[in-house]
């Protein structure tokens, strides 16, 4: 008898040293994916298509909880306040990483030290796109008209801070313009006033674009990246455009994924892992493309190594703009 319960309480405490060593720990905890914006962005999307895979090949209930405001930082606070065991994760954006802690004054953490990267997901480039019936087909007759009407044209963005907002901010300092920022409290209240011609100009993200290009409402003027989009190949790169000061532009919208600070190394590597298997499947990596997404699953390492890049280049736009959050 006293051999059988040590053998049962070998194998119990076999299985909690396997369940600590091997994410996810426990099938009875789900997975919670917080996504800082509302549901049907390209982060919702991510989150989705990782939540779809891990709980099939996991058994494990996973949860995507949507938790907008404040830029992202609302939901980006919960996920720096969760247990680091790699069971509430974070679809990380351009903006709650590295725009945000330099715009917020009191904001209520430390996106650099409160949370843990994991691996970069995947990309689009913002276009710059005009109004139909803006006299101006390019990036230099824009500009030239923009220099013949200072702060008289306008242009849209999803809100204070957004990677769409600092497109503008950049092109004007790059250019040497004066274009008025309107910004509004999402694409879907922005866009009404786009196509009406009450602003004249945005930077939108090329995915939530590229309907109203082909349908000839918007008129596409350059995408933000260095590279033509393949789902976009006839589109012009901003830096390609003739426009000296344009020529090293580059503006795309990431994400990524995140945890807690102070997750194991061992959870990080495996969540790393399993995430770039799912993002390399045929069959997201086509619907990721249909949305304009260009998936690249890197480490930790390299996702950190962009963090800081593109925090120092953000941080001095803002310093030098004077860009403040409402």
Same mark, same amino acid.
């Given at each position: ?6 053998? !049962? ?9 396997s ?19 509302t ?11 990782l ?32 247990s ?7 679809? /990380?954006?351009v ?7 330099y715009?917020?004054k ?22 710059? !796109?005009?109004?139909?019936n ?5 990036a230099?007759?824009? !500009? ?14 999803? =809100? ?9 901010e950049?092109?004007q ?21 786009l ?5 004249q ?22 995408v933000?990246?260095?590279?033509? +989009? ?13 426009v000296a +000061? ?9 994400? +990524?994924?995140? =945890?807690? +600070? /102070? ?24 619907r990721? /493309?249909k ?9 930790p ?10 925090s ?15």
């Open positions: 008898m006293r051999n059988i319960l040590t053998f !049962v309480s070998l194998l119990f405490l076999t299985q909690i040293a369940a600590e060593r091997s994410w996810p720990h426990a099938s009875s905890e789900p997975i919670r994916i917080i996504v800082t914006f549901p049907g962005g390209a982060p919702d999307i991510l989150a989705r298509a939540a779809e895979h891990w709980q099939k090949d996991f058994n494990n209930q996973v949860i995507v909880e949507n938790k907008p405001g404040a830029g992202g930082n609302i939901g980006t606070e919960l996920v720096t306040k969760a680091p065991n790699g069971h509430t994760l974070l679809i /990380g954006t903006g709650t990483l590295t725009i945000n802690p715009l917020y009191n904001i209520s953490y430390d996106a650099h030290k409160d949370l843990e990267p994991i691996t970069f997901l995947a990309s689009t480039p913002n276009v710059l !796109v005009l109004n139909k803006v006299p101006a087909d390019d230099k007759s824009l !500009v030239n008209l923009a220099k013949s009407q200072p702060n008289q044209m306008s242009y849209s963005s999803s =809100g204070i801070g957004t990677s769409i907002h600092l497109s503008g950049l092109f300092q790059l250019t040497k313009t004066k274009i008025k920022h309107i910004p509004y409290k999402g694409r879907a209240q922005a866009m009404p006033d196509l009406g011609g009450r602003v100009m945005s930077f939108d993200n090329l995915t939530s674009a590229m309907p109203l290009i082909k349908s000839g409402d918007l008129k596409a003027i350059g933000t990246s260095i590279h033509r +989009s393949p789902h976009a190949p006839d589109i012009p790169t901003l830096s390609e455009s003739g +000061s344009l020529k090293n532009f580059q503006v795309t919208s990431w994400f +990524s994924l995140m =945890g807690p +600070s /102070g997750m194991r190394k061992e959870d990080i590597n495996k969540i790393a892992a399993e995430t770039k298997r799912i993002l390399s499947l045929p069959e997201v990596k086509e990721l /493309g949305l304009g997404l260009e998936a690249n699953p890197q480490g390492e390299a996702l950190q190594r962009l963090i800081q890049s593109d120092k280049r953000w941080s001095k736009l803002i310093n030098e703009t004077g860009i403040k959050a409402e």
